[in-house]
């Protein structure tokens, strides 16, 4: 049975809106997560939950993917991470956080830091 996760509906729109205008580090990670590249998983863009919105997640890993830019470097924005990534962790989600200069500069290790959450979360997922 999958477990429903609530969202706030007045999110959706705001949601579209950035999924439209996705920062340069967003768009070259999504160009490794969509259509199932991602070792068979399916992650969703900029997707509501609860009162909040992921940049990536993953429904069937529980995992939620956020990607900083220079404004999380700010006291008030890292306390707001932090309540956020507390409440996602109360319905059951991992975050991961990357910065968008180890997207852009780094990509590989990104994508080995998700790999492994995958194979330690999954370790029978061929």
Known sequence: MRKVIPY???????ARNLRSNGT??????????????MMGYDFHRQ????NYILDFFCY????????DGITHTF??????????DQRL???????????????????????RAIEGFIDFREPTHP
Do not use: C, H, Y
């Open 8 to 14: 706030n509906p007045k999110l959706k729109q705001l």
């Open 24 to 37: 340069k580090s967003e768009v070259l990670l999504w160009l490794q997560l969509r259509d199932k590249q």
């Open 47 to 50: 997707k509501p939950v609860d």
């Open 60 to 67: 069937e890993l529980m995992l939620g993917i956020e990607l």
């Open 75 to 84: 006291e008030d924005v890292v306390e707001k991470d932090r309540v956020k």
């Open 89 to 111: 962790n109360e319905l059951g989600i991992t975050v991961l956080r990357f910065n968008d200069k180890d997207v852009l500069d780094d990509m590989a290790n990104v994508i």
